[in-house]
């Protein structure tokens, strides 16, 4: 079971979430970084500013969602086999439930939707790069 107050739980979950949004918000923003580097060279340079404002971008994506629950948009408790704490995914109302899949839309879906088109392109680029050396 939890062993500690509700404070101390919904603090472990914000966490949680926080720093699990900004792994994969991370991810994605790299895994495009690299698909503009490989496949658009002209468009893919980055600097430390761009570097900067990525990582500020992802940051603060990370912690608008992280923060809705606090702010009454959607929940976080214990999980359900009480041993630790994370979202509510069990909805009670009509806003944690459109939390929850604004959630899943934007914070996984959407990031890995990105992360699958940057790498795809990046294999087609490749690909048809070695095809033209091939022929030469």
């Given at each position: ?18 720093f ?81 899949l ?14 699958l088109?940057?790498?795809?392109l ?11 050396v091939?022929?030469?």
């Amino acid at each position: 079971r939890w062993l500690f107050d509700q404070a101390v739980c919904t603090l472990y979950a914000f966490c949680g979430v926080l720093f699990g949004l900004c792994s994969l918000a991370s991810l994605t923003v790299l895994s495009t970084v690299c698909c503009l580097k490989v496949c658009y060279p002209a468009y893919g340079r980055c600097c430390r500013v761009h570097a900067a404002v990525l990582l500020l971008c992802v940051w603060a994506y990370a912690l608008a969602f992280a923060t809705a629950p606090l702010a009454e948009w959607g929940s976080y408790g214990p999980e359900p086999y009480g041993t630790a704490c994370c979202i509510t995914w069990e909805a009670s109302s009509r806003e944690a439930t459109l939390y929850i899949l604004a959630l899943f839309i934007f914070c996984y879906l959407l990031p890995c939707l990105l992360i699958l088109a940057s790498y795809a392109l990046i294999l087609w680029t490749v690909r048809a790069s070695r095809r033209a050396v091939r022929r030469r």
